[in-house]
């Protein structure tokens, strides 16, 4: 200890450390990059299992594709697209039972696809249409050939090569996109 002509000078410490407000400075930017990071993350999840759905339909397109160039017209068995165990619990990819995948159908496209590509089957209306995933083929009774597919999120219904879009609708997760093939 020194003393000067006024008294003791005394040796003076230097505060280290951070303060509370810097602490809650911190803690604030950091919650801030992770929320951004999570949003950012689930936007890339949709569009990961979105690319997954659209290319097994078209996949599938251009196995019809064949099968009609074959056998001068389509397949009559409407079917779920994917194999017998694409879609989980009841089986099913719309509201009805009648929507699952068909042995029938599989055996005939057989010769114009293997593996049979399986697109995303998350849902996209779980509260009012658990069973609204992945994609359908479906023959309607005025003779009118359909693909449907479900997309997660609100994107826009894609072109698909081999399709002509006809109608889309929304769920409470995503929306649906039907297309007509011709």
Known sequence: MTYDR?????????????????L???????????AITIVAYNGIQEQTKNTKTINAVASWVKALRLYEADNGS??????????TNTYDGNGQCWDSSTWVVNNSFLSAMSEYISPYPEPDTSQIDS????????????????????????????????????????????????????????
């Open 6 to 22: 006024i008294g003791v000078v005394g040796d003076y410490r230097q505060k280290t450390g951070f303060t509370i407000v810097e």
């Open 24 to 34: 809650l400075i911190v803690i604030v930017v950091i919650a801030i990059l992770a």
């Open 74 to 83: 389509f397949p009559t068995q409407n079917s779920c697209l994917g194999n």
């Open 127 to 182: 509260i009012n249409h658990p069973d609204r995933r992945g994609g359908f083929y479906h023959r309607s009774s005025g003779g009118i050939y359909y693909i449907w597919v479900t997309l997660l999120g609100n994107p826009s219904c894609p072109a698909i090569a081999g399709l002509v879009f006809n109608s889309q609708g929304s769920g409470t997760e995503g929306k649906y996109c039907r297309y007509t093939l011709e």
